[in-house]
């Protein structure tokens, strides 16, 4: 019999690879912002069309790309940060997989403009169905512009499946305030349909959370913090009496990150047990700080789960971290550690 096996066509790989990343246009705006923050960018602006759909462009001040570069990094499994498997356990970058370019090329039409310091022109790059169409030698600002037009258009079934504007873009918004979240002292903007959104100044955690969710959140804020040999913890929860029907306002950042983690939000809502009025739930703003090498955060592509090491250590951690918070806040009649 004849051989039937082949290896798949760079491009069906890639498009393939980017089902998997980019579901939506906020899958694009996550992938974008992180880029851009591995690139020690201190200003980053968000644009975005038609809630993504038409367009989504992420402009930086980071370090830019050479030349060979500008060109590399569309290929699939092409990065700059990690060099090989023991590098996944020390990670300090948001990126790693060297597959967001590559995928997003597949699917949607790429303008990337980008310059390094040092460099008098940079590159423009424009892909379109993976293939390079033009790649010239530009006056640009130093730092990346990459521009993502008409997402899936290749791919009609999923262009139909994406849902109204107003739901796409609580989607891109979403991710945007995860993002600035994660890196308050990094200046972000965003513009919808030619109109700012957001403006956050570089800031402290705090200020950061009151530009996003407005001034009155200030007084809803009680600090959490704590440290040791495991994991530090800091940032706030809200008090109990601006608990909310919806789960909106959560969120946990490990080393920068935004994770999503059922156990740890458990560790929460059972740290404000018989503080809240039952169908209700509490915000919270976490920062967790734990060595690199005991979390795994490559179990998913779009990295928002990860694996640790010593979870139910963190939980007993984390529980009483916000049990203090909230009773020397006076905010919890009695705390179990009081008796
Ligand atoms: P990853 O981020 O996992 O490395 P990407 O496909 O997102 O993979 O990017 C590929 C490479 O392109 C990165 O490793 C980086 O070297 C370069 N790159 C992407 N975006 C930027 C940017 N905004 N500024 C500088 N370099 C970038
Ligand atoms: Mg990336």
Partial sequence: MADIIQLLP????????AGEVVQRPASVVKELLENAIDAGADSIKLIVKDAGKTLVQVIDNGKGMSHTDA??????????KIRNAE????????????E????????AHVELKTKQVDDEVGNAIVIEGSEVASHDIVV??????????????NIPARRNFLKSDTVEL??????????ALAHPNIAFAMYNNGSESFNLPASNYRQRIVNIFGTKTNEKLVPVEEDTEVIKISGFVGKPEFAKKTRGEQYFFVNNRFIKSAYLNHAISSAFEGLL???????????????????DINIHPTKTEIKFDDEHTLYAILRSAVKHSLGQFNIAPVLDFDR
């Fill in 10 to 17: 760079d491009h069906v790989a890639n498009q393939i690879a």
């Fill in 140 to 153: 640009t600002p130093t730092g990346t512009s990459v521009s993502v037009k008409n997402l899936f258009f």
């Fill in 87 to 98: 590098d996944l356990f020390q990670l300090n970058t948001k990126g790693f997989r060297g």
């Fill in 170 to 179: 609580r989607h891109v918004i979403d991710e945007f305030h995860r993002v």
């Fill in 71 to 80: 060109r590399l990094s569309f290929e699939r499994h092409a990065t700059s």
């Fill in 100 to 107: 967001a370019l590559a995928s997003i090329a597949a699917i």
């Fill in 277 to 295: 009025k039952p169908g209700t739930h509490a915000s919270y703003f976490l920062n967790l700080w734990v060595d690199p090498q005991t979390i």
